[in-house]
């Protein structure tokens, strides 16, 4: 059955500070979903498993076999997106995936016709033959998407896909990637709560190069139970309370703020009472507990 | 009876069938007891497997990484020349007109002020090693490093195809001017091959050698400033007649190209793109 592992994953780029610690996670079929602040180490760790950046120390396994062995053999079995997805302006789309294509060892033979399908899939193909320097954010980061996809790998890694697209956009490519995920393993990294939450099949929460979360979303909310706690007070109390407490959530209308807290123990403020923990309330709370260095 | 139509209809028989009636009779006498939970349950467990495989099974034959798998196993063209062909396409038009114009344009100047092409080829051929550079570091400026880095060839080579392929137009190009120059394949022809030939592979190496160990436009100003000092100090000569004065040109050319070949092999097999670039993000 088709796995990735990462075991003890350590990156330094300074001898004393580690951009990521000791990073341990198993992966199956599925859509996972890599969370976290910025610079908690998520792109580090994206490119680690891409195998563009080599750990100080720690191994992956693909399918049971380092990848260190044979990078060449592994890298065909990967897509990548990164984050800031580069292209050549003055090429067309085509000739764009096209050259990328041969990059990733596919027959003259076969890309031509495997750019037009995916392209049509992600719905960039009626561009295909304009100067990507033209093309609007949304349009190349779907490019960057195609690009990922072109050698139907098992691995695909994809550093904030979502970004710069429309609602619309986000669903078609939401539902693409479920589809896809059935017989892959997808990771997304993301810092967008809201991004593919619905559908995930697990949840890796990265923290300042920790690894603080690794399981199901509903595992995720579990962690929660009895920590989330609801307020309704006057706004200007809202603002006081949000600096004291942790604070999940805050809306205010007409003069009453609604504040979600999340604290180990029941706050002292009149009226709070036990509510439904939320994906978000886990978020704050494990970042918050895991965010000193 | 109504059931055993409606069973007959999908069979597609007719119910006046005999044996299909006979079938029925039997079946009608025969009482067995309902399969209990557990076994059922245990049935299911032993089933899933089987048809999970064949539904994996038959969704892998058609993928596309597979089709690739089995065309790439007979492909057997080594990996520098599968890039070579890769890094054609990324020659773009403006690179080939701005290097043909600016060696049109300094020969033309040359015979207009009846001054010495082969020295106007001597001093550009550098040049045109600084414009290698730009193009070398043309995925790095564009940012598809880290993609290029991510499919299946190593930095390392898509970097020498890449150096490959524009140093030979680059050598094409002077050849094609030192024909120009020089229409017979005399002992004059081939010194002029060798005279253009090595400043742009030494200074070539130098760039890459300097950018590689402390960047980009350090390579690029570096490189520069030498190809203006060999101008303006030594009147187009290589700097290594003043080391040593005693070897003929042919000799120091050689040296210089040697040297230049020294230093690309070295950058190219040190270049690791990974703790280059993307470490300072």
Same mark, same amino acid.
């Given at each position: 059955?088709?796995?990735?592992?990462?075991?003890?994953?350590? $990156?330094?780029?300074?001898?004393?500070?580690?951009?990521?610690?000791?990073?341990?996670?198993?992966?199956?079929?599925?859509?996972?979903?890599?969370?976290?602040?910025?610079?908690?180490?998520?792109?580090?760790?994206?490119?680690?498993?891409? @195998?563009?950046?080599?750990?100080?120390?720690? %191994?992956?396994?693909?399918?049971?076999?380092?990848?260190? +062995?044979?990078?060449?053999?592994?890298? +065909?079995?990967?897509?990548?997106?990164?984050?800031?997805?580069?292209?050549?302006?003055?090429?067309?789309?085509?000739?764009?995936?096209?050259?990328?294509?041969?990059?990733?060892?596919?027959?003259?033979?076969?890309?031509?016709?495997?750019?037009?399908?995916?392209?049509?899939?992600?719905?960039?193909? %009626?561009?295909?033959?304009? $100067?990507?320097?033209?093309?609007?954010?949304?349009?190349?980061?779907?490019?960057?998407?195609?690009?990922?996809?072109?050698?139907?790998?098992?691995?695909?890694?994809?550093?904030?896909?979502?970004?710069?697209?429309?609602?619309?956009?986000?669903?078609?490519?939401?539902?693409?990637?479920? +589809?896809?995920?059935?017989?892959?393993?997808?990771?997304?990294?993301?810092?967008?709560?809201?991004?593919?939450? %619905?559908?995930?099949? @697990?949840?890796?929460?990265?923290?300042?190069?920790?690894?603080?979360?690794?399981?199901?979303?509903?595992?995720?909310?579990?962690?929660?139970?009895?920590?989330?706690?609801?307020?309704?007070?006057?706004?200007?109390?809202?603002?006081?309370?949000?600096?004291?407490?942790?604070?999940?959530?805050?809306?205010?209308?007409?003069?009453?703020?609604?504040?979600?807290?999340?604290?180990?123990?029941?706050?002292?403020?009149?009226?709070?009472?036990?509510? +439904?923990?939320?994906?978000?309330?886990?978020? %704050?709370?494990?970042?918050?507990?895991?965010?000193?260095? | 009876?109504?059931?055993?139509?409606?069973?007959?209809?999908? *069979?597609?028989?007719?119910?006046?069938?005999?044996?299909? =009636?006979?079938?029925?009779?039997?079946?009608?006498?025969?009482?067995?007891?309902?399969?209990?939970?557990?076994? !059922?349950?245990?049935?299911?467990?032993?089933?899933?497997?089987?048809?999970?495989?064949?539904?994996?099974?038959?969704?892998?034959? &058609?993928?596309?990484?597979?089709?690739?798998?089995?065309?790439?196993?007979?492909?057997?063209?080594?990996?520098?020349? &599968?890039?070579?062909?890769?890094?054609?396409?990324?020659? =773009?038009?403006?690179?080939?007109?701005?290097?043909?114009?600016?060696?049109?344009?300094? /020969?033309?100047?040359?015979?207009?002020?009846?001054?010495?092409?082969?020295?106007?080829?001597?001093?550009?051929?550098?040049? *045109?090693?600084?414009?290698? /550079?730009?193009?070398?570091?043309?995925? &790095?400026?564009?940012?598809?490093?880290?993609?290029?880095? =991510?499919?299946?060839?190593?930095?390392?080579?898509?970097?020498?195809?890449?150096?490959?392929?524009?140093?030979?137009?680059?050598?094409? /190009?002077? !050849?094609?001017? !030192?024909?120009?120059?020089?229409?017979?394949?005399?002992?004059?022809?081939?010194?002029?091959?060798?005279?253009?030939?090595?400043?742009?592979?030494?200074?070539?190496?130098?760039?890459?050698?300097?950018?590689?160990?402390?960047?980009?436009?350090?390579?690029?100003?570096?490189?520069?400033?030498?190809?203006?000092?060999?101008?303006?100090?030594?009147?187009?000569? =290589?700097?290594?007649?003043? /080391?040593?004065?005693?070897?003929?040109?042919?000799?120091?050319?050689?040296?210089?190209?040697?040297?230049?070949?020294?230093?690309?092999?070295?950058?190219?097999?040190?270049?690791?793109?990974?703790?280059?670039?993307?470490?300072?993000?």
């Amino acid at each position: 059955m088709l796995t990735l592992e990462m075991e003890n994953i350590v $990156k330094k780029y300074k001898a004393d500070s580690s951009v990521l610690s000791h990073v341990s996670a198993t992966m199956r079929p599925g859509f996972f979903v890599l969370l976290g602040p910025n610079g908690a180490g998520k792109t580090t760790l994206l490119r680690i498993m891409a @195998g563009i950046l080599r750990p100080s120390s720690g %191994t992956i396994l693909f399918n049971g076999q380092e990848i260190s +062995q044979n990078y060449k053999q592994y890298k +065909q079995n990967i897509g990548y997106l990164p984050q800031e997805f580069g292209f050549y302006p003055d090429m067309t789309g085509r000739n764009f995936l096209h050259y990328i294509a041969r990059l990733k060892g596919i027959p003259a033979s076969l890309y031509p016709a495997r750019v037009e399908e995916i392209a049509q899939c992600i719905g960039v193909s %009626t561009f295909l033959d304009r $100067k990507i320097g033209g093309w609007s954010v949304g349009l190349r980061r779907r490019l960057g998407i195609v690009q990922a996809l072109l050698a139907d790998p098992d691995v695909l890694l994809l550093d904030e896909p979502l970004i710069g697209l429309d609602p619309e956009e986000k669903l078609l490519l939401e539902n693409y990637f479920s +589809q896809l995920a059935t017989e892959r393993i997808i990771i997304c990294s993301s810092n967008i709560l809201a991004d593919f939450i %619905t559908f995930t099949d @697990g949840v890796l929460l990265l923290v300042n190069g920790k690894l603080c979360f690794n399981g199901r979303i509903e595992e995720l909310t579990d962690v929660m139970d009895g920590k989330v706690w609801l307020a309704e007070v006057p706004a200007k109390l809202g603002q006081v309370i949000a600096s004291k407490w942790l604070v999940s959530e805050m809306y205010t209308v007409e003069n009453i703020s609604q504040i979600r807290i999340v604290s180990d123990s029941m706050p002292d403020i009149a009226g709070v009472r036990p509510t +439904q923990p939320g994906v978000k309330d886990a978020y %704050t709370y494990i970042v918050r507990r895991n965010d000193s260095p | 009876m109504d059931k055993r139509q409606q069973i007959v209809r999908d *069979l597609e028989e007719e119910l006046v069938n005999v044996d299909v =009636s006979d079938v029925f009779d039997r079946l009608d006498k025969y009482h067995m007891e309902p399969p209990s939970v557990e076994a !059922t349950n245990q049935l299911v467990q032993t089933l899933k497997p089987m048809f999970i495989q064949q539904k994996v099974a038959g969704r892998q034959q &058609q993928r596309f990484r597979d089709i690739v798998a089995s065309t790439r196993q007979s492909n057997a063209v080594p990996a520098i020349l &599968q890039l070579i062909g890769t890094q054609t396409t990324l020659m =773009s038009k403006g690179f080939v007109l701005l290097t043909i114009a600016f060696l049109m344009a300094g /020969l033309l100047l040359a015979n207009l002020f009846q001054s010495d092409s082969s020295s106007l080829l001597i001093i550009a051929s550098p040049f *045109l090693g600084l414009l290698t /550079l730009s193009y070398e570091y043309r995925a &790095q400026m564009y940012m598809v490093e880290e993609i290029e880095a =991510s499919c299946c060839y190593s930095p390392a080579q898509v970097a020498t195809a890449r150096i490959l392929v524009v140093l030979s137009y680059n050598v094409i /190009l002077c !050849t094609v001017a !030192t024909v120009t120059i020089e229409p017979t394949y005399n002992i004059v022809f081939w010194n002029l091959m060798l005279n253009w030939l090595a400043p742009l592979l030494l200074m070539l190496g130098v760039a890459l050698f300097t950018s590689l160990k402390f960047g980009i436009t350090s390579g690029c100003i570096m490189a520069g400033a030498l190809w203006v000092a060999q101008i303006t100090l030594v009147n187009g000569e =290589s700097f290594l007649h003043f /080391l040593l004065p005693s070897l003929s040109t042919v000799f120091i050319d050689l040296i210089s190209i040697l040297l230049g070949i020294g230093l690309l092999y070295f950058s190219l097999s040190s270049w690791k793109a990974e703790e280059r670039q993307f470490q300072v993000r």
